[in-house]
């Protein structure tokens, strides 16, 4: 059983596009790491959390304690956002655990 | 500021075979954590190094060690390769504990055991 669960796994959108990749995991954590994998392997840690929203030019994350539950957006997207974007948390018993991540085009 | 830097970037093994992986930290950096990626399993944590000490442990045979050294620099051992253990080794450095602090992550080891 994944303790963390991503959706959706794909995801094809139109330039402009607003986007939104969910992630719900299933018990108590300590922060939850949002990461940008493009083509090639290289990571990029795109935000860390552990309560709230925070935001970076046109992403936005947020975490709901309470429901167990994060979202990335990705406003007025851009053809350079395509890659695969991986939810990770990290649990109160120290230990990181991964979404499957998902896979997002986006076509000009 | 340079980037965390692993070194082989490509390596060929054989089953029964061992191997060390290298992983430097970006300047300043305390905690070195290493990842395992494969297309079956995705990314899957292995271990973190903080100040020379393992912190914490991923659900890994024994087969896969590790160790850190004053200078932060990290290694990671696999023994007795076997087939399964072909993946993406990925190596993050931090400030602090990495669950805590932003990731910087290196462009990764691909190990490929015949």
């Known amino acids: 059983k994944n303790e963390v669960e991503q959706s959706p796994q794909n995801l094809t959108a139109q330039e402009g596009e607003f986007i939104t990749i969910n992630c719900s995991y299933s018990?108590?954590?300590?922060?939850l790491h949002w990461l940008q994998q493009h083509p090639g392997g290289g990571i990029v840690s795109l935000f860390m959390?552990?309560?709230g929203k925070k935001k970076h030019g046109r992403l936005i994350a947020t975490i709901n304690i309470q429901e167990k539950h994060s979202s990335l957006h990705i406003t007025a997207s851009h053809p350079r956002d395509s890659a695969v974007y991986i939810c990770?948390?990290?649990?109160?018993?120290?230990?990181?655990?991964f979404g499957t991540g998902t896979s997002l085009t986006v076509i000009p | 500021k340079a980037g965390v830097t692993q070194t082989p970037r490509y390596l060929i093994k054989t089953r029964g075979q061992q191997v060390t992986l290298s992983c430097s930290p970006i300047?300043?950096?305390?905690?070195v954590s290493w990842y395992q990626q494969t297309p079956g399993q995705g990314l899957q944590f292995l271990f973190e190094?903080?100040?020379?000490?393992?912190?914490n442990k991923g659900n890994f045979p024994g087969r896969f060690s590790g160790r850190q050294f004053s200078n932060s620099r990290s290694e990671m051992n696999v023994s007795t390769l076997e087939l399964g253990d072909s993946a993406l080794y990925l190596c993050?450095?931090?400030?602090?504990?990495?669950?805590?602090?932003?990731?910087?992550f290196g462009p990764g080891t691909r190990l490929t055991v015949l």
């Open positions: 993050a450095s931090s400030l602090s504990r990495s669950g805590y602090n932003e990731q910087f």
């Open positions: 018990v108590g954590i300590s922060a």
């Open positions: 959390l552990s309560s």
């Open positions: 990770a948390v990290f649990f109160t018993g120290n230990q990181f655990y």
């Open positions: 300047s300043g950096h305390r905690s």
């Open positions: 190094y903080f100040s020379e000490t393992q912190r």
